[in-house]
């Protein structure tokens, strides 16, 4: 098993899609579970190409998975629905992202086509380019967050799995949705060559930012942005995205519910916003004049709120649970506390929550290679109180990482081993 908390935050899930050019023979995808026909892009559709693209074809953008929100209780309280919200994609802090790129030659999708044949496309792609990738991690790493990455051989042992199907698009699953994905699909791809030009490992560290839990800064329901929306939809519509006015309104124009954001403030240069042309953001003026244009890579804003989320840890973010003993939490809403066990006997042992909360709460053990995940439990709208019950072992060392949602009443929640 994997650092990795089994929760997820949704039920089936969907992916936007632009169109195909016309030029291009429209491919319909066959896929196991997900049986409905979608269609493929003939161009690309990520969230920036290279100036000799932009100048040929227009911008290319990042198409999201389109996934349906967690259905939670009708009767919940308008501060606790928002908390929920605002904090079920984020990862407990501490966690080992484990990513992998799929490498077998079976690896990919047949496409039928139009005319009646196939084609198969691979998810497989060269060292140089998976080189790129690694690098957007490795621009992550260095910000000096809570969260670790590392590269695995195995898709078991993989949390990310990352794709290059060509013609398929950039996109990610945002931040723990990429859980309920199963151990053969992907939860991330690229669909063009990322070594075309040095600015494409923006791609890349963009993509991680949803993998991390970040969405697009222009759909900040705070930014104040007024589209002329027949010209976004217009100009999405022509290549290299070929949108459907679907994936448009998901991708652009559609406003984050206020409840999933945190914070007030807008960032335009942002490596998670787009790049649009003159003529299609109507406020702030500026940008309707001359367009916008971020810097590329990440920004000192992108720093700070990714270290917001995931501070660094130290030894001294941890507390030592003692049996039978119960720890207040004493925490805000977002926040985490990390605790430590190593049992004097081996036998079955049950860590609670007390108090009207919402919770996350995720157990592994330390091993020589770093931390292995055991069990978690997320009871998040539930009307419950997380827990877990297993068997632990003498001598061995425990890490329980716990984020609060929600309290009725602050500083009365509590956990307790025993």
């Not at 579970?33 to 892009?41: G, L, N």
């Not at 084609?119 to 690098?135: G, H, L, N, Q």
Request: contains cysteine; glycine residues 8%.
């Amino acid at each position: 098993m994997t650092d990795k908390l089994k929760q997820n935050a949704g039920g089936a899930r969907g992916r936007g899609r632009s169109k195909p050019r016309a030029a291009a023979p429209e491919p319909t995808i066959r896929r196991g579970r997900k049986a409905a026909p979608r269609a493929r892009t003939a161009g690309k559709t990520g969230r920036a190409t290279t100036s000799e693209t932009t100048k040929a074809l227009g911008y290319a953008y990042c198409a999201l998975p389109q996934v349906p929100e967690r259905p939670l209780p009708p009767d919940l309280n308008a501060r606790r629905l928002r908390l929920i919200r605002m904090n079920e994609q984020k990862w407990a802090n501490g966690t080992v992202l484990h990513y992998y790129f799929f490498d077998k030659a079976t690896d990919g999708e047949e496409v039928r086509l139009a005319n009646g044949t196939t084609r198969f496309v691979p998810w497989t792609t060269t060292d140089t380019e998976k080189d790129v990738v690694r690098a957007a991690f490795e621009r992550w790493t260095q910000v000096g967050l809570g969260l670790k990455f590392q590269e695995v051989a195995s898709r078991d042992e993989a949390e990310v799995r990352i794709g290059f199907m060509r013609d398929d698009g950039a996109w990610s699953y945002v931040g723990r949705d990429i859980l309920a994905q199963g151990q053969d699909e992907r939860t991330m791809n690229f669909g063009w060559d990322l070594t075309e030009h040095p600015r494409e490992i923006d791609t890349a560290i963009h993509e991680i930012g949803h993998t991390l839990g970040f969405p697009h800064e222009h759909q900040n329901p705070h930014a104040g942005i007024i589209w002329d929306e027949e010209a976004v939809y217009a100009a999405l519509a022509r290549p290299p995205n070929s949108w459907s006015r679907e994936t448009t309104f998901h991708n652009i124009i559609r406003k984050l519910v206020a409840s999933s954001v945190e914070g007030s403030t807008w960032d335009p240069d942002s490596v998670m916003e787009y790049p649009f042309q003159p003529g299609l953001i109507k406020e702030p003026i500026e940008y309707f004049r001359n367009g916008l244009t971020p810097k590329g890579g990440l920004s000192d804003q992108d720093k700070a709120w990714a270290r917001t989320m995931y501070p660094p840890l130290t030894e001294q973010d941890y507390t030592a649970l003692q049996p039978f003993q119960s720890v207040r939490l004493q925490l805000k809403p977002g926040q985490q506390r990390n605790f430590t066990f190593t049992p004097q006997e081996t036998r079955t042992y049950e860590l609670r929550t007390f108090g009207v909360s919402d919770t996350v709460m995720v157990l592994f053990e330390k091993s020589g290679t770093g931390l292995r995940f055991l069990a978690g439990d997320d009871d998040s709208g539930l009307g419950t109180n997380a827990a877990l019950k297993l068997k632990l072992f003498r001598g061995r060392e425990y890490v329980v990482r716990l984020r609060l949602y929600y309290e009725e009443r602050a500083g009365e929640s509590a956990i307790m081993l025993w």
